[in-house]
């Protein structure tokens, strides 16, 4: 079994910064790609940041000069620093991974879900 544990959202004001992590832990052989996806309220789902286990990174659009990603392989662990926040910021981030349990079968994993608010 593979387990997501995400932590370190919260409330912020525009302009502020938060900083999210994710760990993976279990059955684990390899990761690939980790990284964050965020659900605003009433919307779908959508990428925002991916780092693959060498260090190439992909980011939407809408978060690039604001947003930097970093991942620790020795602690199975993504970071997703966010600075200069907005409003329109606020979401449900997910953590996804793609993993390569001890059995030798490749999957995409998720984890819980963390809560960011951007107000004033």
């Known amino acids: 079994q593979v387990q997501l544990v995400e932590s370190g959202g919260g409330l912020v004001q525009p302009g502020g910064s938060l900083r999210l992590s994710c760990t993976a832990s279990?059955?684990?052989?390899?990761?690939?790609?980790m990284g964050w996806y965020r659900q605003p309220p009433g919307k779908e789902r959508e990428p925002v940041m991916f780092?693959?286990?060498?260090?190439?990174?992909n980011s939407a659009d809408s978060v690039k000069g604001r947003f930097t990603i970093s991942r620790d392989n020795a602690k199975n662990t993504v970071y997703l620093q966010m600075n200069s926040l907005k409003p329109e910021d606020t979401a449900i981030y997910y953590c996804?991974?793609?993993?390569?349990?001890?059995?030798?079968?490749?999957?995409?994993?998720w984890g819980q879900g963390t809560q960011v608010t951007v107000s004033s």
């Open positions: 780092v693959t286990r060498g260090g190439s990174t």
């Open positions: 279990g059955s684990i052989f390899s990761i690939y790609a």
């Open positions: 996804n991974a793609d993993i390569t349990v001890l059995a030798g079968i490749r999957g995409d994993y």
